[in-house]
């Protein structure tokens, strides 16, 4: 399979060139990076314009920044190539736009492309559904000082599909610095701590009377994120148009 691959210099894109240099069924066909900050054995773009239409590929793979999600949907649309979408912060019209590609090609998007905190994800469905209002719900997420949005991706998702589990009845309240009184039921709290080099944790805390049930993961390693983002373009490449979570592909266990 060939990869393009958007932020090809970044950390995550470094991590997956690594990771493809060591595989024989996957391979960076070309990147693209504002940056020239890294030495690479694949021909690298400045902008995905400039691409050399020669290049073969299979999948594009994008761990870039949301503002260049207009040029990577606009190539995937005209291009008719699959796209796994890894990066975070995105708005809603950003998300609209990814919608309107996924009526033409297959699209593959998650918060996070750890197979174990999409499995943390499950657990706290699961949790939520049996537990009910019963329990309060905190989410608190530490990741590296260089990380921009606050909070996570992750733990919106992690808030999202417990707040799903609960017809959707919570308000989300972040950090509580701003709030002077008690703590109301329908409350999921959010937290985000940032600092040195934290890769991700992720706790989430459902707290009753006399018991605390916590549920928890820990990224030591950037390399479970290539993993899993390399397993969904493996998963999508021959996959009709449309959305695909992280749990279309967990569903399939043949895909992993």
Known sequence: MNILLAGCNGRMGQT???????????????GIDIRNNAANT???????DMLDKSIGIDVVLDFSHPSGIQKITDYCRKAKKPLVYA???????QKAMLAGLSKHVPVFQSANMSLGINLLIR??????????????????????NQKVDAPS???????DEINSSLKNSMEYIYDRHEKHEKRSQ??????????????G?????FAGRDEVITISHEATSRDILAQGALKAAQFIEKLPAGMYSMDDMMENQSAI
Do not use: W
């Open 16 to 30: 997956i060139t690594r990771i493809c240099s060591e595989r024989e069924d996957i391979r960076i066909a070309a």
């Open 42 to 48: 694949y021909p690298a773009f400045s902008d995905i």
């Open 87 to 93: 990066t975070t912060g995105l708005d809603e019209d």
């Open 123 to 144: 657990l706290c469905r699961e949790a939520a559904r049996f537990l009910g209002n019963d329990y309060n719900i905190e989410i608190i997420e530490k990741h590296h």
């Open 153 to 159: 991706g992750t733990a919106l998702k992690i808030a």
């Open 186 to 199: 329908n409350e999921i709290g959010i937290h985000s701590v940032r600092g040195g080099t934290i890769i």
């Open 201 to 205: 944790q992720h706790e989430v805390m």
